[in-house]
């Protein structure tokens, strides 16, 4: 069983500029990432780790931390390193690159945001597992329970209407009588290889499962989640363990 593990730091970030590599904890973000794929890789054989990025500070940074078993030769062409760039699109092509370079054909594909670092070990082999019993699915992704339902607390305005209604119609009286919804967490993606074989344009299929991260878990995408994050740590308030 073969296992590529990628690692997707693009170097231009407007919501927390050079967010990747800033200091969190003592630490660049980058590296609790690293040190959970590094620990997840070194408990299995035929698991290799490839950082994609284009920018050659991220690739320095990551160079300094001396993880040896972390790839650093592919060189994200500057096409996919654009606002625009689909994370799939970014995936296949370090991907190809990885097959090409050792010579081999992956049969499981593992992406770790880098911003969304709140994740064990356990999280990684349980999603694993999880997908690698189910014959039938191509894919597999972290999820946590949302805090509000589409179903009783959420409204939006529909096209040609004056007054919102709930996004998703039905008679429940209280959330929790209502169907359980979850947020993406963007934590961690794990694919089979052949689900790159098909033309996706995002990660959800008709053979998509979801993995619900037992603690907190979430991403970065303005400077106040940094913040909450770093108080956090810094004050053991996790309630978990999440570097190995």
Known sequence: MKTLITICARGGSKGIPGKNIKELNGHPLI???LMTAVTFASEREN????LSTDSEEIRAVV?????????TSYIRPAKLATDSAGKLAVIKDVLDFAENERGV?????IDMDITSPLRTVQDLEQAYNQLQGDSGALNIFSVSPANRNPYFNMVEYREGEAYV??????NFLTRQ??????DMNASFYIFKREFFNFSYSNNITNKTLIYVVPHICFDLDHPIDFDFMSFLLKNNKLGFNFLP
């Open 177 to 182: 009588s209502a169907p359980k919804v979850y």
């Open 31 to 33: 590296y609790y990432t």
């Open 63 to 71: 160079q300094d931390l001396n993880f040896a078993s972390v790839n």
């Open 47 to 50: 698991v290799h780790i490839y």
């Open 165 to 170: 209604k709930l996004v998703k119609e039905g």
């Open 105 to 109: 054909v992956y049969d499981f594909v």
